[in-house]
């Protein structure tokens, strides 16, 4: 297990991001504030780039002119709008002039760094200086002070991509207490990426380093799981290897998105939950009820204060104990009477999950909110809490939009439409680098028949271990057929860690009854490994030639 993890972490670490990203930043505090640039020469200037930084107003949408001197006179050369954060962007120049100006045309744009090239050259030019300067903004000589971070095209190695800009900058916005840009989700997840970005940095290995640790620690988790449901770490390593090898899995834990942290305390939870429902009953001792439910409460907390997602759990772990509890009536109330099968299970166990499963997850939830009522400048308080429920709700419910890699929830097991994250552009012809999140095929073609072989086995069997498995498969999976609103493959990514543990099932099943069948299973075993080698390029944004790439595409709807 421990080998396992040391191996995905080795291969998830590399390329993970970049420690050189400029983090000082030049901020005007008033519209006109300007610096003026000493190139130390006169210079053909081809490019000016800039690295944009993360303002202090949520919504705000700073604007800058760019000025060049010609004959003593400084005349426009370019206007932009800072729309985006932590990326490298610029603006085509074209003049040649020993002087530059740039003036805010409005208040709060934060800019960490400012580059100028020289016609036909790919690194900042040197000696550029601060001559003059009308700002009382922020440290203006950071606009300058970190030029070796340079890097001439933008790239997911030094900078934000795809929802990164919603969840990397609020993590970072945390930190600082500032109003959160982002609170469509609970904002534990992002406290999560927080950690990583106060360790690291705000710098792109930073704000990615939880989501890649969350990754690797749901492997251990598989393996346990899977020791726990099948008794031999045979069983229990092809649930953790599948895992890894996953496609969703690595691309989800290699980004600043919340999904894997909603998705690591969901498996977690069942996890728990699994030593209540199967060896929970009233002759036993109360420790041994005890322990999962606020363990599993524990993590449905930390699951729905990270993302939505795992109330549907909530709701099969509820459906579990009842089922639990409505067993153990039937078994044990002839030999304890009824009276006493109340008082001294019923009525504890019904307590102790009403704090276990509203009590521990309501005080970790209200926790989670504590930077954002810490804004400085802002007076939120409980209210304000309650209406970011209503306002997420009424967001989740009601968002009307199309997007080119929405997918329905029927096809996400059949691996049909990818979303594409990344991809690179300034790259030499025949060249390409890009990121998509999709399925192993090998796993997700499979997983479907797999569950349902599982289902009419289990049920012919009677091995009510597995009826866990199904609920969660169930109530991750399910309830987003009754989901109007635009949906993604990476909505199933919940689901899998269930449909891989229905997979190993049918696997201890058939090598149970044929021998032999651990020869097939090695292949299956080998094949996922291979493909998920075959495809790691479009996984990592590893750059390859396109024609790879290319090759990769096996269905037309396999866009990346």
Not at 54 to 79: M, V, W
Not at 336 to 345: D, E, H, M, N, V
Not at 365 to 391: A, C, K, T, W
């Amino acid at each position: 297990m421990a080998a396992m993890v040391l191996v995905y972490l080795l291969v998830a670490l590399h390329n993970l991001g970049s420690f050189k990203v400029p983090a000082t930043v030049w901020q005007p505090l008033r519209k006109g504030e300007s610096l003026v640039l000493d190139l130390g020469r006169v210079v053909p200037v081809s490019r000016i780039y800039y690295y944009c930084g993360i303002n202090d107003k949520r919504f705000q949408q700073p604007s800058f002119s760019l000025d060049y001197e010609t004959k003593g006179i400084f005349r426009p050369l370019a206007h932009f709008e800072k729309n985006d954060c932590n990326i490298w962007k610029f603006q085509d120049a074209g003049v040649t002039t020993s002087r530059l100006r740039i003036v805010a045309d409005t208040a709060g744009g934060a800019l960490n760094e400012l580059v100028v090239l020289e016609k036909g050259a790919q690194v900042p030019l040197a000696g550029v200086r601060i001559s003059a300067l009308n700002s009382a903004g922020t440290e203006p000589q950071h606009l300058l002070d970190e030029q070796s971070t340079f890097e001439a095209g933008p790239s997911f190695i030094n900078g934000f991509y795809f929802d990164e800009v919603y969840h990397g900058r609020t993590a970072y916005e945390h930190l600082q207490r500032m109003e959160p840009y982002e609170n469509t989700h609970p904002p534990l997840g992002k406290l999560f990426i927080a950690s990583g970005i106060a360790v690291f940095g705000m710098n792109s290995f930073g704000w990615r380093m939880a989501g890649t640790l969350f990754g690797a620690a749901l492997l251990p988790v598989m393996y346990l799981f899977g020791r726990k449901l099948f008794g031999r770490s045979f069983f229990a390593f092809c649930a953790a290897f599948l895992m890894m090898v996953d496609f969703m899995h690595f691309t989800q834990s290699r980004i600043a998105l919340i999904d894997i942290f909603g998705v690591f305390f969901i498996t977690a939870m069942y996890y728990f939950i699994y030593d209540f429902y199967v060896n929970s009953c009233p002759v036993a001792p109360m420790k041994k009820s005890a322990v999962p439910l606020i363990l599993g409460g524990v993590c449905f907390g930390l699951g729905a204060a990270s993302k939505w997602i795992a109330i549907y759990a909530g709701a099969g772990l509820a459906l579990l104990v009842a089922l639990q509890l409505f067993r153990s009536f039937r078994n044990y109330r002839g030999e304890l009477g009824t009276r006493r099968f109340f008082w001294c299970y019923l009525l504890p166990v019904i307590c102790l999950c009403l704090f276990s499963f509203l009590v521990i997850p309501a005080i970790i939830y209200l926790l989670s909110y504590l930077p954002y009522l810490m804004v400085e400048g802002e007076s939120h308080g409980f209210m304000d809490i309650l209406r970011n429920q209503l306002d997420m709700f009424d967001y989740h419910s009601g968002l009307k939009a199309t997007h080119p890699f929405s997918s329905p929830w029927w096809s996400w097991p059949l691996d049909l439409q990818p979303v594409w994250f990344y991809t690179a552009s300034g790259l030499l012809p025949g060249r390409t680098s890009t990121i998509a999140s999709f399925g192993n095929p090998a796993i997700w073609w499979t997983g479907l028949p797999a569950v349902i072989a599982a289902v009419i086995i289990a049920a012919r069997k009677r091995e009510r271990r597995m009826a866990v498995i199904f609920t969660a498969f169930a109530f991750q999976y399910l309830p987003w057929m009754f989901v109007t609103r635009l949906t993604f493959i990476y909505h199933f990514f919940s689901a899998v860690p269930f449909m891989i543990l229905c997979q190993v099932y049918v696997i201890q099943q058939a090598m149970e009854r044929w021998p032999k069948a651990r020869w097939a299973v090695s292949g299956y075993l080998t094949v996922a490994g291979l493909l998920f080698i075959i495809f790691y390029p479009a996984l990592s944004g590893m750059e390859v030639s396109t024609d790879y790439i290319d090759r990769l595409r096996w269905l037309k709807s396999w866009i990346f």
